[in-house]
């Protein structure tokens, strides 16, 4: 009898707890069992596991033996506990010495003939192990993910002869950093866009914030060319939010591509997709939408087209920069601070107000087509602006507008100032801090408490237009909050006014 205790780390949600792979053989009839809730993919291993072994050169003993993946009320699933469970039955039988495997974590999945295939979702795993006192054994086609995290001790194999030979004093090559990652590719730049100086600069004000913006306009007045080139005036992540971004990312069925390292991400789902596709969900809970959105751009258009239920999901994120999934015996988090972008029309056909004189639609059928999004939706949307059809002469004159690359500065000098003064974006400012650093001066109070009575807006708004003011304020270097940057604010949501 033999019994062998190997190291890895499972998968829940975005966290990664350890699991002991415990491997016991024992008298007995010849059997193969795995315990601990695996999954289908898991109990498949064994013969994976099996055939790898032969064909490596080594003897899978005909006994009983039993693999127990501890703790086990968690679920396991994939492939990455072959090499575990590999390297375990070969221990527990004296085919290698197991003298130094407390120290090691092991990933990887086993093909029939020993090599080691890389594991889809592994990135959550090594965030999780860079603080331990482990090393680390993951497949070579994982060595690029692994080189994103800084003062990683992992080490990379590409076949199950080669771990062996490391455990008998031939080490693995230690897995290099990642260099010259950054994306070459450019995002779309703003000199594409012509006019629509009120939408450019209600975009330059959401980037300089991280606020939550919806356009309204006809068909082909250039909301969704707007959308597209907010992430090209967006200042890059940092390490650390890029490494969160990508361990989300490294969940999908895509997995994560390296060539999208420290940029934003740009989601924009079609208006059929689903609650669960957007909010993240499943029997197995995987990242929506807005997850895949974290420290990024949603980018929902033809937004009352979408299923009322489905945007209702959105108010909470919204506020609180992440989605909980609870099912009966599992409670998931999922990161989705993302910033929203929206378009809509202004009526069902779309030419509500133009010149033309097309649109037919009665004030009942555009309140309703209006009344599919809420009115808790809408106050959480910070700026609502008017993108209007240009007219050909305007098309034609030459492009005077800024690109953005100059816009782009003074949003990283507007962020700069609000991360010294309050190490967060005005967008994520508590009701409490808003009071603190938002006060406005008396004839901006004025001004904001006329626009409140007037207009009946409530007190979510009031908060989202002072924080509104204060990102004004910060794109001219402006300590006090005055009646201009109020005025402003309140211009930028048009439909409190309609």
């Known amino acids: ?189 703003l000199l594409d866009v012509r006019g629509q100086l009120l939408a450019r600069r209600a975009l330059e004000i959401a980037a300089a914030g991280g606020h939550s913006l919806l356009m309204i306009g006809p068909p082909g007045s250039g909301k969704t060319m707007l959308a597209k080139r907010l992430p090209g005036i967006l200042p890059g992540l940092d390490d650390a939010d890029a490494l969160e971004c990508a361990a989300i990312a490294s969940l999908t069925r895509n997995g994560f591509n390296p060539r999208d390292w420290k940029r934003r991400p740009f989601r924009c789902p079609h208006h059929t997709a689903s609650a669960a596709a957007l909010v993240g969900g499943g029997r197995d809970p995987q990242p929506g939408e807005i997850s895949l959105a974290h420290h990024g751009v949603l980018f929902l258009d033809e937004l009352p087209e979408f299923p009322r239920q489905v945007l209702e999901t959105l108010r909470e994120p919204l506020e609180s920069g992440e989605i909980h999934i609870a099912r009966v015996s599992r409670r998931v988090r999922f990161p989705a601070a993302f910033q929203m972008i929206a378009a809509m029309n202004p009526c069902p056909c779309g030419y509500l107000g133009d010149p033309s004189g097309r649109c037919h639609c009665s004030a009942q059928v555009v309140l309703r087509y209006r009344h599919r999004l809420s009115g808790p939706l809408l106050d959480r949307l910070d700026i609502q602006v008017p993108v209007p059809r240009l007219p050909i002469e305007e098309l034609r004159e030459k492009n005077l507008a800024e690109g953005s690359r100059a816009v782009a500065r003074r949003v990283l000098a507007a962020r700069s100032i609000q991360f010294r003064r309050q190490e967060c974006l005005n967008a994520q400012l508590t009701p409490p801090r808003v009071d603190e650093l938002c006060r406005p001066g008396k004839k901006a109070g004025a001004l904001l408490s006329a626009a409140m009575t007037r207009l009946s807006l409530s007190a979510r708004v009031y908060h989202r237009l002072l924080r509104l003011a ?21 211009t930028l949501r048009s439909l409190d006014r309609a």
């Open 1 to 189: 009898m033999g019994l062998a205790v190997i190291f890895c780390r499972g998968l829940e949600g975005l966290s990664s707890p350890p699991v002991k792979v415990e491997v016991y053989l024992s008298g007995g009839l010849p059997a193969f069992n795995i315990v601990g809730l695996p999954e289908a993919a898991v109990r498949e291993s064994k013969d994976r596991v099996r055939s790898a072994l032969r064909s490596a050169g080594f003897d899978v003993p005909p006994r009983r033996i039993t693999v127990n993946l501890a703790p086990a009320d968690l679920p396991k699933k994939g492939g990455r506990f072959d090499l575990p469970i590999a390297i375990g039955i070969l221990a527990a039988t004296d085919q290698l010495p197991a003298g130094e495997l407390h120290s090691y974590e092991m990933y990887g999945e086993l093909s029939l003939d020993g090599s080691i295939n890389p594991v889809r979702d592994l990135l959550p795993s090594l965030l999780a192990a860079r603080d331990g006192d482990r090393e680390l054994i993951i497949p070579t086609g994982n060595q690029a993910v692994a080189g994103l995290v800084c003062g990683l001790p992992a080490r990379s194999a590409s076949h199950l002869l080669a771990v062996c030979e490391h455990f008998r004093g031939e080490a693995l090559p230690l897995c290099p950093p990642a260099a010259n990652l950054s994306s070459v590719a450019s995002a779309p730049d």
């Open 470 to 490: 204060r990102t004004i304020a910060d794109l001219e270097s402006s300590d006090e909050l005055g009646g201009a940057h109020v005025a402003e604010a309140i």
